[in-house]
């Protein structure tokens, strides 16, 4: 809460602080074109001034105004390309948004049409892959390992069941009781 007031307390400073620094450059802007408007030869009519050297001034003057529009300009597309990919994010959201709120609905199918389209992608289709396959790999090496488990639990088994027969064949009591495992096929 206090670190959200924080926030947007240093955001309204930071407005504050870019709405001074852009007034300032308007006032000067304004301050050079009047400053400009009064220099200009033309109105003063006492002198008489070369008609070449007028119009040398007059583009060099135009050319500032140019560059001060082109650097307006190039600021308020900067400006103005920000606000629309914050705006673009906010879409992104609300649409993912709304595609998990039909994927719980699951009307018309959106399901199914959804991971259709998601598999059919020539981007996301290798990554898939890629990611089963390690899953896959993941599982048989789990599988081994049961089967390796397995083989030594049968092994000892064997070993016990061997031990237990020769122990029982010099008890005269237990001598006909023989420990046997059924032999079975390891797949």
């Known amino acids: 809460m206090i670190k959200n007031i924080f926030f947007e307390f240093f ?21 050079f074109l009047t400053d400009l408007i009064h220099q200009l030869p033309i109105l003063k009519s006492d002198i008489k001034y070369d008609p070449i050297s007028i119009s040398n001034t ?44 039909a994927i719980t609905t699951d009307k018309d199918q959106f399901r199914e049409k959804l991971v259709t389209r998601i598999l059919e992608h020539n981007k996301i289709k290798p990554l898939i892959q890629e990611r089963l396959d390690k899953r896959v790999r993941s599982f048989e090496n789990d599988l081994h390992d049961y089967m390796n488990d ?14 237990f027969n020769e122990l029982s064949s010099h008890i005269p009591v ?6 046997d495992l059924p032999e079975t096929k390891d797949k």
């Open 11 to 31: 955001k309204w400073i930071f407005k504050l602080i870019n709405i001074t620094f852009i007034s300032i450059f308007v006032i000067l802007i304004i301050l």
């Open 58 to 101: 007059f583009i060099v003057y135009v050319t500032f105004i140019f560059v001060i529009g082109t650097i307006a300009l190039t600021l308020a597309g900067f400006y103005f390309q920000k606000s629309i990919a914050k705006r673009e994010g906010e879409i992104l959201n609300e649409n993912m948004e709304k595609v998990l709120d």
């Open 150 to 163: 397995l083989k030594e639990v049968k092994e000892s088994l064997a070993t016990l069941g061997n031990g």
């Open 174 to 179: 237990v001598s006909n009781i023989t420990f």
